[in-house]
């Protein structure tokens, strides 16, 4: 193993393990005092739960992947990187002999794509938005895609049906949102927590108008259970709630900057950008992780999203 790789993997699997504290973690050090402070939190094992005949509910590492099983092909998503890769290969051989024969990535961030090579009959499929990502490669540890898709791709794992969907940039910009509408399960990844605000650390490339936009759209499918990438619950209400999160977050924003606009003219939205994450609250989600920290981030981003696009 070079050192590259090396590198690559511990980067990986503490970002991963990061991403387990509650909503990203809890705070920020800069790489040389995480080498001397980080403490890397207790692994609970990894658990396959049942969602539908032939469907499961990888969580392991903090982090999730399905699993569709059926006549002998086997669809897995996001195994992270090698160690979890192992992990979860060992847990679906408990349930079949086959093969993993596809993994879908959810999206272009490395804690999520790498590991692919422990599945060597896997075929890779990864939004088309992927590769330029891939491209950058500062670490060495990114798979090789072997299909894309531009806006809906449909694979047939036996008899089931698994869909995927892109309905524009949430978190990065190959957000692909996976759908089995005979099951009504629903996996995005990094979109939302549970109760929980996205760490002030990791929104930088979140679109905070993308993923309200997403989220409303798949707010209207029929949903048994919700995976999201980084909590073990499957529930349909921690999506809606954050349905209602963005939705509120972007109301908010968005009447203040209009009222600046009324008021002192184009260029007083400016005066909101500085002022307003230090003003705006929105009591109903104060109790929610990560709120005290990174509230007055996601209203930045927010007014971000909304004056700039992206
Ligand atoms: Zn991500």
Redesign the pocket.
């Known amino acids: 193993m070079n050192g590259i790789v090396r590198l690559a993997l511990a980067v990986c699997c503490a970002a991963i393990l990061w991403a387990g504290l509650g909503g990203y973690g809890q705070f920020a050090p800069s790489a040389a005092l995480a080498a001397q402070q980080y403490q890397a939190p207790q692994i609970p094992p990894p658990t396959m739960t049942m969602l539908a005949e032939g469907v499961y509910h990888y969580f392991g590492f903090f982090s999730s992947s399905l699993v569709v099983i059926s006549d002998g092909q086997v669809l897995t998503t996001d195994p992270s990187n090698p160690s979890r890769a192992q992990s979860l290969q060992e847990e679906i051989a408990k349930l079949t002999d086959a093969p993993v024969t596809t993994i879908v990535l959810t999206?272009e961030?490395y804690?999520?794509v790498g590991g692919t090579g422990v599945f060597p009959d896997a075929s890779v499929v990864c939004h088309r938005n992927c590769q330029p990502a891939f491209d950058l490669a500062p670490l060495g540890d990114v798979p090789t895609v072997d299909e894309t898709f531009d806006d809906f791709m449909e694979i047939r794992v036996g008899d089931k049906v698994v869909e995927l969907h892109y309905l524009g940039p949430g978190?990065?910009e190959a957000t692909t949102i996976i759908y089995m509408p005979n099951e009504q399960i629903v996996v995005t990844?990094?979109m939302y927590e549970p109760r929980a605000l996205t760490h002030k650390n990791?929104v930088d490339d979140?679109h905070f108008t993308g993923t309200r936009h997403i989220l409303n759209i798949i707010g209207q499918w029929d949903i048994t259970h919700a995976i999201n990438?980084h909590s073990p619950g499957t529930d349909p209400v921690d999506l809606m709630e954050n349905v209602e999160y963005y939705n509120d977050l972007y109301d908010a924003v968005y009447e203040a900057m209009l009222d600046a606009v009324a008021e002192g003219g184009l260029f007083a939205v400016f005066g909101v950008y500085g002022s307003l994450p230090q003003t705006l609250e929105l009591e109903k989600y104060q109790d929610w992780t990560n709120y005290d920290t990174s509230f007055p981030r996601h209203v930045e981003r927010m007014f971000q999203s909304i004056s700039h696009g992206d």
Do not use: I
Request: glycine share 10%; aromatic share 10%; no cysteine.
């Open positions: 999206h961030h804690d999520h978190d990065g990844s990094d990791w979140k990438a």
